[in-house]
């Protein structure tokens, strides 16, 4: 295990043999670092015990930091970014992991919003070996949001004021937070509506098909963030095959599928990954060296 740079992203090499296939993690939205924990309350590993149960199928990996935060702090402001940005972000570890390993091509697995990203990423790359896409939207950014809070009932208060501010966001005007209700604070808040703005009418599907890679889909039966029908709607894209876990969640943990009980996990590192996850990935990475 050492430390691997592109410029100043920093993130976490794991691998035995150079000739062995490499797979990029990239996290999925908001302060995720490269183990898949962040500051807001979850503490999971997920991405930590992916890159280890990888590296034991004899699988490299690079797990990293995004730009602005944690290790790749020195990237800049995390508030003032866009997919864009991060697109380049993973075209330069692209380069750095082929300068590093003298591998023709790299596998891109994304979790979550990192699944949109590597699609998007992707596109005219020939040097993307394929795509892992774990937990990933089928429908747009705005569409997810406004299920998620929907599916919440502690929501109810808050909910007309969110959807109008989606709406707005979706046509390109900027919300005034200061008239909305303080819960609504962290996710409309003014330094975030930029990137909100240039991510909520991106279609994955689209992006998947443009990027034209063969691609895996991943994703769990107890995601209470993302659906099945998500995968589903990911599944329409041509060379794409999906795999379903039984009771895994969107921390790539086994979970009840009540609310609460689901949500403990995310907080409980000594949890394992889902059962499945790992051959799964691990099949289509053979099928596709």
């Known amino acids: 295990m050492s ?16 000739k062995d296939p490499v797979v990029l993690i990239v996290p999925g939205s908001g302060p995720t670092d490269r183990d898949g924990n962040n500051p807001m309350g979850m503490k999971s590993d997920a991405y930590k015990m992916l890159a280890e149960r990888l590296i034991a199928e004899d699988i ?7 730009r ?43 979790h979550s919003e990192g699944a949109l990203l590597v699609s998007l990423a992707a596109e005219g790359r020939k040097d993307v070996c394929g795509l892992i896409l774990v937990s990933g939207m089928g429908r747009t950014f705005g569409a997810v949001v406004r299920e998620q809070l929907t599916s919440n009932p ?17 046509t390109g005007r900027d919300v005034d937070v200061s008239t909305m209700h303080p819960a609504l604070a962290g996710l409309f808040a003014p330094n975030v509506q930029p990137y909100m703005k240039a991510l909520i009418n991106i279609d994955p599907v689209e ?12 994703q769990g039966t107890h995601d209470i963030q993302i659906s099945v029908e998500d995968a589903k709607l990911l599944h329409t894209a041509p060379k794409t095959r999906l795999r379903l876990i039984e009771n895994m969640n969107h921390i790539l943990k086994e979970a009840p599928a009540d609310r609460a009980g689901n949500i403990a996990t995310y907080s409980d590192p000594s949890l394992p990954l889902a059962k499945g996850l790992v051959s799964k990935i691990e099949d289509f990475i053979d099928d596709n060296d």
């Open 60 to 66: 490299a990996s690079v797990r990293i930091d995004k």
């Open 3 to 18: 430390e691997i740079t592109a410029g100043v992203l920093h993130g976490t090499l794991i691998d035995k043999r150079r």
């Open 68 to 110: 602005g935060m944690f290790g790749s702090a020195g990237a800049g402001d995390p508030n003032i970014t866009s997919p864009q940005a991060y697109v380049d972000d993973i075209h330069a570890w692209i380069d750095a992991i082929k300068a590093e390993r003298g591998t023709d091509c790299v596998f891109l697995l994304g």
């Open 154 to 170: 502690a929501n109810a208060p808050v909910l007309d004021q969110a959807m109008h501010a989606l709406d707005e966001l979706s």
């Open 207 to 218: 992006a998947l098909r443009r990027a034209d890679k063969q691609a895996l889909i991943v």
